[in-house]
């Protein structure tokens, strides 16, 4: 009876602690995932926008300067 009652407090503590790990564990990757998504993303957003706004536009190559790299 004792025996039996001791188990279960040792798989009820054993269990407590894997899902105070596992909890832990999925807290930090959210923590992470929410950082990454509010904080710089937008940061990455704003300087992806701004270098496609101020970068040139490529030229197309003309015959002759085509015809100089491929020599």
């Given amino acids: ?3 039996s009652l001791l188990t279960m407090l040792v798989v009820g503590f054993v269990a407590l602690v ?3 790990i596992v909890l832990s564990i999925v807290g ?7 950082t990454l998504l509010f904080k710089v993303a937008p940061i990455l957003l704003v ?22 790299l491929e020599s």
Wanted: no cysteine; hydrophobic share 55%; aromatic share 8%.
């Fill in 1 to 3: 009876m004792i025996s």
């Fill in 18 to 20: 894997a899902i105070g």
């Fill in 28 to 34: 930090a990757l959210v923590g992470v995932a929410f």
């Fill in 47 to 68: 300087g992806y926008v701004v270098l496609r706004l101020l970068a040139p536009k490529q030229k197309r190559l003309s015959a002759e300067d085509r015809k100089w």
